[in-house]
Nanobody
Framework: QVQLVESGGGLVQAGGSLRLSCAAS????????MAWFRQAPGKEREFVAT????????IYADSVKGRFTISRDNAKNTAYLQMNSLKPEDTDVYYC?????????????????WGQGTQVTVSS
């Protein structure tokens, strides 16, 4: 199993940037596909981005493509989400997730492990 802890959320003005981090416990971080999702109150969890085991491949939601970058540092057991050119509609709770065997899924049900979430608020 792996435990995930997000950090880096906060309040930022539109056009600004934030970097989220997802720290994972355990010694097998590199055996997990990592992903970021986001969720607003009363809405379903929405896929943001995912990165492969080695970090060589990534997939983005159309709504964040060109603005967000997902990465990972397997030596530090940490995944990141660099968010630039933030918009008010990016305001959500952001969750990181991990999955051992499925690559490329944009469905939350595919991911077995989740962090507690970190709030991102973008003011206009």
């Amino acid at each position: 199993q792996v435990q995930l802890v997000e950090s880096g959320g906060g309040l930022v003005q539109a056009g600004g940037s934030l970097r989220l981090s997802c720290a994972a416990s355990g010694r097998t971080f590199s055996s997990y596909v990592m992903a970021w999702f986001r969720q607003a109150p009363g809405k379903e969890r929405e896929f943001v981005a995912t990165v492969s085991w080695s970090g060589s491949s990534s997939i983005y939601a159309d709504s964040v493509k060109g603005r967000f970058t997902i990465s990972r540092d397997n030596a530090k057991n940490t995944a990141y989400l660099q968010m630039n050119s933030l918009k008010p509609e990016d305001t959500d709770v952001y969750y990181c997730a991990a999955e051992r065997t499925v690559w490329g899924s944009k469905t939350s049900d595919s991911y077995d492990f989740w962090g507690q979430g970190t709030q991102v608020t973008v003011s206009s």
